[in-house]
């Protein structure tokens, strides 16, 4: 019994320890963001504060500590790596999202309440900065996930992975382009194909260019892949609906068939299971937007 206690002591604090060591190694910039999301949380809330809506600084200091985690957790992180290229994922991550807001347009699956009028302008150069932060948001928790060794991508970063036959691709972007026609026609029964169409239409691209591509793991066998960058958007999607509930400018949705169920904030429950596709949009996306402004490295570890 006494051996029993000393064992479990000793384990006690050697656990101990190696928290007291981990949050150490998170860089200042990580502990920033933890206060300035913090305080960007309470602002949007309580409706106190110098801003009336906190939407980007609250996941800016969100993506600052899940990229000190990073750092603390395998030594490196996007910022680490260029801060350049981290600039760039919020430039790509703008018209990333106005992209899927044009898909909304025929579904109407999801709307926004605003505290106040906004002019056209103002409401564009707003809604582009909160936009911004959906990549970086994503690809910081893969980052993280990835650092999980069952997780974690069994292709190198640097592998581009396996190439699709031509006619495959071209199969595929037919699909792709009919996901996009299909809700446009029939928004109430087809709406849920606009989380799969640009997977369809853009990644056979980005394969055949050569650049990293979702297919390209799939024909390498490589299916952590596919788990690991899809659970980063769901984690992201908890954050993004809590933050959302009681926030003002806030978004809700119109979802056929699914509005009836249980709700987890503003969401459907089973409208979380959008994002996982839309992970893969998400990252195909990414990589089409490099390619065609030039051919920039990703500098992403997946």
Not at 63 to 92: E, H, K, W, Y
Not at 169 to 186: D, H, N, S
């Amino acid at each position: 019994m006494i051996g029993d206690a000393a064992e479990e002591a000793a384990v006690d604090r050697t656990a101990s320890s190696a928290r007291r060591a981990f949050l150490l190694r998170i860089p200042l910039h990580g502990w920033l963001g933890l206060a300035l999301n913090l305080a960007s949380w309470i602002s949007s809330w309580a409706r106190i504060g110098p801003w009336s809506y906190t939407f980007f600084p609250l996941w800016f200091g969100f993506i600052l500590l899940l990229d000190g985690l990073n750092v603390a957790r395998t030594g490196t992180s996007p910022i680490q790596r260029s801060v350049p290229r981290f600039i760039v994922m919020f430039l790509c991550s703008m018209p990333l999202w106005w992209a899927f807001e044009l898909l909304n347009i025929p579904v109407q699956n999801w709307h926004y309440i605003l505290d106040r009028p906004y002019s056209p302008i103002a409401y564009f150069l707003i809604s582009s900065l909160d936009f911004s932060t959906v990549l970086p948001a994503v690809m910081e928790v893969a980052e993280l996930l990835a650092s999980i060794p069952a997780l974690r991508p069994r292709l190198p970063a640097t592998d581009v992975g396996g190439r699709l036959s031509w006619r495959v691709a071209a199969a595929l972007m037919c699909l792709g382009a009919l996901a996009i026609a299909l809700p446009t026609l029939f928004p109430r029964y087809a709406y849920g194909l606009v989380w799969l169409c640009l997977i369809f239409l853009l990644d056979p691209i980005n394969n055949l260019a050569r650049r990293k591509s979702i297919f390209g793991h799939l024909l390498r066998g490589d299916w952590r892949f596919i788990v690991t960058v899809p659970l980063a958007a769901l984690i992201c999607g908890f954050f993004w609906e809590m933050w959302n509930y009681f926030a003002l400018p806030k978004w809700y949705y119109t979802v056929p068939f699914f509005n009836s169920w249980p709700h987890l904030f503003e969401m459907p429950i089973p409208g979380f299971l959008g994002y996982l596709p839309f992970a893969l949009e998400v990252f195909a996306m990414y990589q089409f937007l490099l390619l065609i402004t030039g051919g920039w490295n990703d500098d992403l570890v997946m």
